[in-house]
């Protein structure tokens, strides 16, 4: 009689180490008993379950989240992107970088809408870390350890479109009126990093308004986030900005006003403008950036040229300060031009060359190749 007992038992233990998702529901002790003349197997059924099973949260995670509704996945609301930078290529006269190096940097986004209407986005990233590299061009100064970027949630409230978040730009509201695609870094936002192109540190909420005619207004503030100063303190930094924009189907222009001022009651304030044309052949792009420290005026400028259709792809060509220069102050000069081609919806390969001025130094040609995967 122990025998039959043990064979009975056998089967079951076996059951519960194979693998769940192959032995639910495709096989039961009843089914068993049809290869046997023993009766009342039925009994050993008892100890399964109908109702449905659950994953278990870690120990310590209980009350985190709904049991009854967790499902261990995705929202059907969160979205995921991602996208990667890579660039090869060498930098003439930078001690550095002379000889043909390699960076790259990798992005992540995922975005989560819970009303249809709002959306709670969180940028990680990760790349080489440029600040090794020289000059590094592209700024890919990342490090290769994943971190968050920014975490902002954007709203709406009546008309207008707001967001707030953690590192995130008070420029993410401005409309601005650059249409030209920049090959480095410098060349970004027309020359008007400083305005148009506003970052933000520690808490930032900022928001825009859009108007039927094609005005746009936008306005926002950043404060450092630091607990042993606070946010909008004097001890702190905190940055103002705002920007006036007009967007018509064929040319665009946008000015935007900026205050910053730190612990050590230094303020600086600067007024940036861009604008763009398009034209049937190119679209012209320019910016003209001044700010003031303390009495002191510095200013910078740039103009870009975007050939749109040439061949399967868009040829850019780009010249402008490498910064916001005060008087008396030597000037130097940053040019580029570059061809971005799609090869797939997936992939663009854009080569480029560029010379940067350097004040008492030999100037920088680079010649670089970029990849762009997006997925």
Do not use: R
Request: charged share 15%; hydrophobic share 35%.
């Amino acid at each position: 009689m122990k025998l039959f007992k043990n064979l009975l038992v056998a089967p079951a233990t076996i059951g519960l180490l194979a693998p769940v998702s192959m032995f639910a529901g495709e096989a039961s002790l009843n089914d068993i008993s049809k290869y046997s003349n023993l009766e009342h197997l039925d009994l050993a059924n008892a100890f399964v379950s109908d109702e449905p099973t659950h994953n278990s949260l870690l120990a310590g995670g209980e009350g985190l989240v709904d049991s009854d509704s967790y499902d261990g996945g995705f929202s059907e609301t969160t979205t995921a992107s991602f996208s990667v930078d890579a660039v090869i290529g060498s930098i003439d006269g930078d001690t550095t970088t002379e000889a043909t190096t390699f960076e790259y940097q990798y992005n992540i986004g995922l975005s989560t809408s819970f009303t249809g209407e709002d959306s709670l986005d969180v940028a990680i990233d990760s790349g080489s870390d440029g600040a090794t590299t020289g000059d590094n061009p592209m700024a890919f100064d990342t490090g290769a350890s994943l971190q968050v970027d920014g975490v902002t949630y954007s709203f709406p409230v009546g008309g207008l479109s707001m967001i707030v978040g953690a590192d995130t730009d008070i420029s993410a509201s401005f409309t601005g009126a650059c249409s030209y695609s920049s090959f480095t870094d410098y060349m970004g936002n027309c020359g008007t990093g400083n305005s148009l192109g506003v970052g933000g540190s520690g808490i930032t909420a900022t928001g825009s308004y859009a108007f039927d005619s094609g005005f746009s207004l936008a306005a926002g503030l950043s404060s450092t986030a630091d607990s042993s100063v606070g946010i909008l303190t004097k001890e702190g930094t905190d940055t103002y900005g705002i920007e006036a924009a007009y967007t018509a189907d064929s040319y665009g222009l946008a000015v935007a006003y900026v205050s910053t001022d730190n612990a050590a009651d230094a303020e600086t304030t600067t007024w940036g403008i861009n604008g763009t044309y398009s034209f049937d052949l190119a679209d012209v792009s320019v910016g003209y950036e001044t700010t003031e420290t303390s009495g002191t005026d510095a200013d910078g400028y740039f103009i870009g040229v975007t050939f749109p259709e040439v061949g399967p792809g868009s040829v850019s060509i780009g010249a402008g300060t490498t910064g916001n220069f005060a008087d008396g102050v030597t000037e130097t000069m940053m040019y580029e031009a570059s061809y971005s081609y799609p090869v797939n919806d997936g992939l663009s390969i854009t080569p480029g060359v560029y010379i940067k001025e350097v004040d008492g130094g030999d100037d920088l040609t680079g010649v670089l190749v970029k990849s762009s995967f997006s997925f």
